[in-house]
């Protein structure tokens, strides 16, 4: 889930506990994730996948990190444990009724929280037969995020980062969602530092051990610009076209990245 109100949490560093932990964060996230992933068709109903999706994190004996979740006053509770994203929804969208159905692309996103610890992690896949400029869209989002994770190293700058998801996605036509943005991670679902997917390398924070971020690029085919739907909570594209989104939760270790979920 998106940063959308500020980090009221520091940029921390994790012990070795504190990253087990996350890791078991991780791995029952990648667990709901998996089966929500098999078991979506032409049919089901958003609700449906997220009482899956519950039912695999609490079997786990884990929370999961968006029921309820409320990052200001202004904004109502979320509803739900994961966000289920149609089309043009480009995040945030809340489960219900609506059916999924054969060509749409759909994006979704899960937290769960281990003894207090979160992970968090995206993904957008295409149901039935898509179009080839859907398809394209989706192998860039999560190509992006990949090219991001690469520059998440101890030594580099944060938005190493944010211009390599950058560089990539518009190399390749797409236009990068710039209201929201990717976030630390640890006891708080967000954290400092914000982790734009846009900007120059070389600025913000040296990236260090022990630091844990959620990267998550969010594509659009057409305009970068976002509107927010009544409910409070769903983003979309302004102008009505295709977004997608991948994300990871990965920690910065004196091997490299290592992805949690």
Known sequence: MNNVSGSPVGITIKSQRELDL????GRVVAKAKAAVKEAICPGVTSKEMDALAEEVIRGEGAIPSFKGYQPNTSMPPFPATICFSFNEEIVHGIPGSRVVREGDIVSIDFGAIVDGYH?????????????????????????SLKEGIKCA???ARLTDISNAVQ?????LGFHVVREYVGHGIGRS???EPQVPNYGPA?????????MAIAIEPMLNIGTWRTKIMKDGWTVCTE????SAHFEHTIAITEGGPEILT
């Open 22 to 25: 996350m890791r078991e964060a």
């Open 119 to 143: 992970g968090d992690s995206a993904f957008t896949i295409g149901v039935g037969d898509v179009s080839e400029e859907a398809k394209s869209l989706m192998e860039a989002t999560e190509q």
């Open 189 to 191: 679902l967000h954290e």
């Open 167 to 171: 560089l990539h996605a518009e190399g």
């Open 239 to 242: 102008d009505g076209s295709l």
């Open 202 to 210: 070389g600025k913000g924070p040296k990236l260090k051990v022990g």
């Open 153 to 155: 190293t101890a030594g």
